[in-house]
């Protein structure tokens, strides 16, 4: 499948800034099951200053801001082809090793209510691909997809206990609760194209485990399958502050307003 991607960040500052630093994780991967063909950047009242790769082998642009300025606008856009391999990304690849996605994280560490959850998954987690299958279901039957409710900082252990949350408490939960039960997880972050709209006002989240003979395998919680041709993995990380689209420091300004806007949709093929 070919998706046409566009992907607008504007940040409204209430004072002029004095100094600020913005690490951008925007780029797709060039990984197993997508391409990608093209991939701009544009920066209105911000530079480049120097591109990396960190160490979940995400590509990394760090931006300054132009003094004085109260707004700034970071635009993507390109075209990535994917392809359907069942959520299957395979063998383990990276600076780190496989047994550092069983550390916990604050965002991920399970407390009593998490504990609870996935103790009542009633397959074996030694079958991992079925244990897996059904911790994503429990998960999605108990912890409902409400938006406005929780934030970035949000743990997967006060989802739980709240009852609600977005893609990204899902996967925090969901990785959470597989690192517990001794298998390797990983946070995703990256865009699908929706089948009832083209124009979304937020990036999408879901978690990937590790998997004996398959490798690293994806979990769309909230939609309850695994990511397929409509789904274009940008991020990984331990949890989301190592995965998230943006983040960064600024000086001179107390408040900031943040707007996004995502628009993805497929593009015919020419044969």
């Not at 075209?79 to 383990?92: E, K, P, S, Y």
Request: glycine share 8%; with cysteine.
């Amino acid at each position: 499948m070919r998706l046409a991607i566009r992907h607008s960040t504007t940040y409204h500052f209430d004072e002029p800034v004095v100094h600020a630093l913005q690490r951008l994780r925007l780029t797709p991967k060039e990984t197993q099951g997508q391409e990608i063909l093209d991939w701009q950047m544009e920066y209105d009242h911000a530079a480049l200053e120097l591109e990396y790769e960190d160490q979940h082998h995400n590509h990394v642009a760090l931006v300054s801001v132009e003094p004085g300025t109260t707004e700034v606008t970071i635009t993507c856009r390109g075209t990535v082809d994917t392809h359907d391999n069942a959520g299957v990304i395979g063998r383990h690849a990276g600076h780190l090793p496989l047994w550092s996605f069983l550390t916990q994280t604050k965002l991920t560490r399970a407390g009593p209510r998490l504990r609870a959850l996935f103790r009542g998954v009633e397959e074996d987690p030694n079958d991992r691909l079925t244990y897996l299958h059904a911790l994503s279901r429990t998960i999605h039957d108990l912890v409902r997809y409400e938006t406005g409710k929780t934030g970035v900082q949000t743990t997967a252990e006060e989802a739980v206990e709240a009852g609600h949350g977005v893609c990204q408490d899902h996967a925090h939960i969901f990785i959470g609760a597989a690192r517990a039960a001794g298998i390797p997880a990983r946070y995703v972050s990256g865009y699908l194209m929706m089948n009832d709209r083209i124009d979304q006002e937020a990036t999408h989240a879901w978690a990937e485990a590790h998997v004996e003979g398959l490798g690293w395998v994806g979990f769309d919680i909230s939609n309850g399958i695994s990511p397929d041709p409509r789904y274009v993995r940008v991020a990984t990380g331990c949890d989301y502050n190592d995965a998230a689209p943006i983040t960064g420091i600024s000086f001179g300004s107390t408040t900031e307003y943040l707007h996004v806007d995502v628009a993805v949709e497929q593009q015919q093929v020419e044969q």
